[in-house]
């Protein structure tokens, strides 16, 4: 009764939901979209194409596109008092952290978009999540480095106005700005779903009890932030500089892994066990971007021989341990000329619309009921209250 319970795999990996929004299967490294694979849409569509297609179930047509790209540029502004809070909040302060907290207050700002009954409300709150999350974290960023926010600018698209606010000129100009834009594209639509992840699980455990969409989103900002889940893209550039500052020789740093005092960043998943099909994605526009820089990238190269390395090592391969989403990613954002610090909250923007996806099909559902998971009791049985001396 009070030994520890083994919990069984299928206890604890019990289908919690039923959705309609994307197919993994971790075993063939399978991903796709409302039924497009990850490939097709990595190659062909955009991010606001993306964008549509997993909250509205279906590709946009030309009109459609453009009327949700229209949207989205001219719901880009935030209320001038939104803009004193964010000034107010500490700069040191991790950027997901702020970010977190700054769109659970969208609901204090915008309160005509958080009754989930009314589609007319949902689809306000849709609109401006999309349209301010990038404005709200390109705020934050020029606030921690003390620069003055830029406003986003209504001739732009979608990426690069962001790239506009964040770095403050025009960050997707000449050929490697362009490049910038598309590699950006398409990061953005490699995060866009990833079924019950623990962010997204999060948005839909806060939104089963009719908790307002901002609310729900910001607990799965929160839970993205873990060094466990989208932190990871974080932590690997970190890993990669330790390994690089400190000289530790890779066999070493394996070494060390092996003996659990370090994990592998951006190494391993609950679902993939053969190969995450993004990382091949990000693999090829990491060598594509950096290809372009004056000299080779040292971290890149270190991250090619870590993976090598590993990729060639029972005590991984037993596992199933491989490259995962954020393996390669942090490599393309410093190239970019993002701060680590930033790395977490690009994986929020490229999330967004998946949060927002399973949020509104959950929110839709007259059956379903608020989450509430039962556990399995492992204290003390019944004993007596002893009393007062
Ligand atoms: C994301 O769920 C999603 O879809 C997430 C995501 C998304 O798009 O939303 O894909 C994004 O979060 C990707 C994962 C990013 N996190 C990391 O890269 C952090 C490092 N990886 C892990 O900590 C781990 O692999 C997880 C968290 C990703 C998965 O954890 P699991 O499924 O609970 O795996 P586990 O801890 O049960 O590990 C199984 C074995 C263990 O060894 P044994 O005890 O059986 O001997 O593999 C080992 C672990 O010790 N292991 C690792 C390892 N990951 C697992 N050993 C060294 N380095 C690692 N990274």
Not at 43 to 57: A, D, N, Q, R
Not at 197 to 223: L, Q
């Given at each position: 009764?009070t030994?520890?319970?083994?919990l069984?795999?299928?206890?604890v990996n019990?289908?919690?939901?039923?959705?309609?929004?994307?197919?993994?299967?971790g075993?063939a490294?399978?991903?796709?979209?409302?039924?497009?694979p990850?490939q097709?849409?990595?190659?062909g569509s955009?991010?606001?194409?993306?964008?549509?297609l997993?909250?509205?179930g279906?590709?946009?047509?030309p009109?459609?596109l453009?009327?949700?790209a229209d949207?989205?540029r001219q719901n880009?502004g935030i209320?001038?008092?939104?803009?004193?809070?964010?000034?107010?909040l500490?700069?040191?302060?991790?950027p997901?952290?702020?970010?977190?907290?700054?769109?659970?207050?969208?609901?204090?700002?915008?309160?005509?978009?958080?009754?989930l009954?009314?589609?007319?409300?949902v689809e306000?709150?849709?609109?401006?999540?999309?349209?301010?999350?990038p404005?709200?974290?390109?705020h934050?960023?020029?606030?921690?480095?003390?620069e003055?926010?830029?406003?986003?600018?209504?001739?732009l698209?979608?990426v690069?106005?962001?790239?506009h606010m964040?770095?403050?000129?025009?960050?997707?100009?000449?050929e490697l700005g362009?490049?910038?834009?598309?590699?950006?594209d398409l990061?953005l639509i490699?995060?866009?779903?990833?079924?019950q992840?623990?962010?997204?699980a999060?948005?839909?455990?806060?939104?089963s009890?009719?908790?307002?969409?901002?609310?729900?989103v910001s607990g799965g900002?929160?839970?993205?932030f873990?060094?466990?889940?989208?932190?990871?893209?974080?932590?690997?550039?970190?890993m990669l500089e330790?390994?690089?500052?400190?000289?530790?020789?890779?066999?070493?740093?394996?070494?060390?892994?092996?003996?659990?005092?370090?994990?592998?960043?951006?190494?391993?998943?609950?679902?993939?066990?053969?190969?995450?099909?993004?990382?091949?994605?990000?693999?090829?526009?990491?060598?594509?971007?950096?290809?372009?820089q004056?000299?080779p990238?040292?971290?890149?190269?270190?991250?090619?021989?870590?993976?090598?390395?590993a990729?060639?090592?029972?005590y991984?391969?037993?596992?199933?341990?491989?490259?995962n989403?954020?393996?390669?990613?942090?490599?393309?954002?410093?190239?970019?000329?993002?701060?680590?610090?930033?790395f977490?909250?690009?994986?929020?923007i490229?999330?967004?619309?998946g949060?927002i996806?399973h949020?509104?099909?959950?929110?839709?559902?007259?059956?379903s009921?608020i989450?509430?998971?039962?556990?399995?009791?492992?204290?003390p049985?019944?004993?007596s209250?002893?009393?007062?001396?």
């Amino acid at each position: 009764k009070t030994g520890k319970v083994a919990l069984d795999p299928g206890f604890v990996n019990t289908a919690s939901c039923s959705s309609a929004i994307t197919y993994i299967d971790g075993d063939a490294g399978i991903l796709r979209y409302r039924g497009y694979p990850i490939q097709e849409l990595a190659t062909g569509s955009s991010f606001i194409e993306v964008c549509h297609l997993l909250i509205y179930g279906e590709l946009p047509g030309p009109g459609e596109l453009k009327e949700l790209a229209d949207k989205l540029r001219q719901n880009a502004g935030i209320p001038d008092e939104m803009r004193t809070m964010l000034d107010a909040l500490p700069r040191e302060g991790h950027p997901m952290t702020l970010l977190g907290s700054a769109v659970n207050l969208l609901a204090a700002y915008y309160p005509d978009s958080v009754d989930l009954s009314d589609p007319d409300q949902v689809e306000l709150a849709t609109i401006r999540l999309l349209a301010k999350l990038p404005t709200i974290a390109a705020h934050i960023y020029r606030n921690s480095i003390g620069e003055q926010p830029v406003d986003p600018d209504p001739s732009l698209g979608y990426v690069e106005n962001f790239l506009h606010m964040t770095f403050g000129k025009e960050k997707g100009e000449g050929e490697l700005g362009s490049l910038f834009v598309k590699a950006m594209d398409l990061l953005l639509i490699l995060h866009a779903d990833h079924e019950q992840n623990c962010s997204t699980a999060t948005v839909r455990v806060v939104g089963s009890s009719e908790a307002d969409i901002y609310g729900s989103v910001s607990g799965g900002i929160h839970a993205l932030f873990g060094p466990l889940h989208g932190g990871a893209n974080q932590a690997v550039l970190e890993m990669l500089e330790e390994i690089r500052s400190s000289g530790t020789d890779l066999d070493t740093f394996l070494e060390r892994v092996k003996a659990r005092e370090t994990r592998l960043m951006g190494f391993g998943h609950r679902v993939y066990k053969n190969f995450d099909p993004r990382s091949k994605e990000i693999k090829g526009l990491a060598s594509q971007i950096l290809d372009n820089q004056e000299r080779p990238d040292e971290l890149f190269e270190l991250a090619l021989q870590l993976e090598a390395k590993a990729l060639a090592d029972p005590y991984f391969t037993e596992r199933k341990l491989y490259p995962n989403v954020d393996f390669y990613t942090g490599v393309i954002y410093r190239a970019m000329g993002f701060p680590t610090t930033m790395f977490t909250v690009l994986f929020a923007i490229g999330r967004l619309p998946g949060w927002i996806a399973h949020w509104r099909e959950q929110a839709a559902d007259q059956t379903s009921r608020i989450a509430r998971p039962r556990q399995l009791y492992t204290g003390p049985g019944q004993r007596s209250y002893p009393g007062r001396a």
